[in-house]
């Protein structure tokens, strides 16, 4: 699948969220995440995406970041 940019989000601090669109169909979201630098972290892929649950998983990546714990990177 291929999708297109359709906004970057700062709803949560220390972290940018990127809302993209699946092209050919357009039914299809996909959040991904830059937090605290790190890049790439795929959030959410699917058809219905609550904003709430897309900011509570940033914020429990973000802290765990913070708090030290490395096997946050073994996902």
Do not use: C
Not at 7 to 32: L, Q
């Amino acid at each position: 699948m291929k999708f297109k940019r359709l906004a970057v989000h700062h709803w949560v601090a220390g972290a940018k969220i990127t809302e993209s669109i699946e092209r050919e169909f357009g039914d299809v979201r996909r959040f991904t995440a830059t937090i605290r630098g790190w890049q790439n972290w795929v959030i959410y892929e699917g058809k219905n995406s609550d904003p709430s649950s897309i900011i509570a998983i940033v914020k429990e990546i973000r802290d765990r970041i913070d708090s030290g714990d490395e096997t946050v990177f073994n996902k």
